[in-house]
T-cell receptor
Framework: DTGVSQNPRHKITKRGQNVTFRCDPI?????LYWYRQTLGQGPEFLTY????????KSRLLSDRFSAERPKGSFSTLEIQRTEQGDSAMYLC?????????????FGSGTRLTVV | RKEVEQDPGPFNVPEGATVAFNCTYS??????FFWYRQDCRKEPKLLMS???SGNEDGRFTAQLNRASQYISLLIRDSKLSDSATYLC???????????FGKGTRLSVIA
């Protein structure tokens, strides 16, 4: 499978716990993006990387959130001290630079439920 | 004003109908435009890019009006399998990430 892979698919956690999600992009794509989507909303941008450099962070990304892409391949998104408002689908996408007419390819997402 | 605005719907149409969605964007410097399709509890998938000259892919036609800053998607001869949420997506250009609208929900009814 050469698509974008995300793990886990689902995560249920208690409020206050830390969670970490992983994204493996399409291998030849050098850009990797994290988005968050809640019910009835479109995906909202969180952050993105070009190779291992984190180039932009949204103000949605509070200091409880951290993302890494240590070797320019897979990425992790960690949420510390989770809150119920963090419940959402976390989507990872990758693209070539420039993405031109091709947009992004998304993974299947990680659905987080904070109880 | 939201950067990308869409009517959330739902649009309930019978099979075979023609349906059109519009989307407006606020940043006149936006450079690239897309329509994505998202099925329930699935990831968004690229449906088509939108070019200034308009483009067609089978039953789907996308148009861009830069002067009025809106994008449209026309679906002809609707199928049950077209039922999904259609997301309007804008690239402001440069290295900026894509901006997604809230989506328009379509239900095609037998």
């Amino acid at each position: 499978d050469t698509g974008v892979s995300q793990n886990p698919r689902h995560k249920i956690t208690k409020r206050g716990q830390n969670v970490t999600f992983r994204c493996d992009p399409i291998s030849e794509h050098n850009r990797l993006y994290w988005y968050r989507q809640t019910l009835g909303q479109g995906p909202e941008f969180l952050t993105y990387f070009q190779n291992e450099a984190q180039l932009e962070k949204s103000r949605l990304l509070s200091d409880r959130f951290s993302a890494e892409r240590p070797k320019g391949s897979f990425s992790t998104l960690e949420i510390q001290r989770t809150e119920q408002g963090d419940s959402a689908m976390y989507l990872c996408a990758s693209s070539l630079v420039p993405q031109g007419a091709y947009g992004y390819t998304f993974g299947s997402g990680t659905r987080l439920t904070v109880v | 004003r939201k950067e990308v605005e869409q009517d959330p719907g739902p649009f309930n149409v019978p099979e075979g109908a023609t349906v059109a969605f519009n989307c407006t964007y606020s940043n006149s410097a936006s450079q690239s435009f897309f329509w994505y399709r998202q099925d329930c509890r699935k990831e968004p998938k690229l449906l088509m890019s939108v070019y200034s000259s308009g483009n067609e892919d089978g039953r789907f036609t996308a148009q861009l009006n830069r002067a009025s800053q809106y994008i449209s998607l026309l679906i002809r001869d609707s199928k049950l399998s077209d039922s999904a949420t259609y997301l309007c997506v804008v690239n402001r250009g440069g290295n900026t990430p894509l901006v997604f609208g809230k989506g328009t929900r379509l239900s095609v009814i037998a």
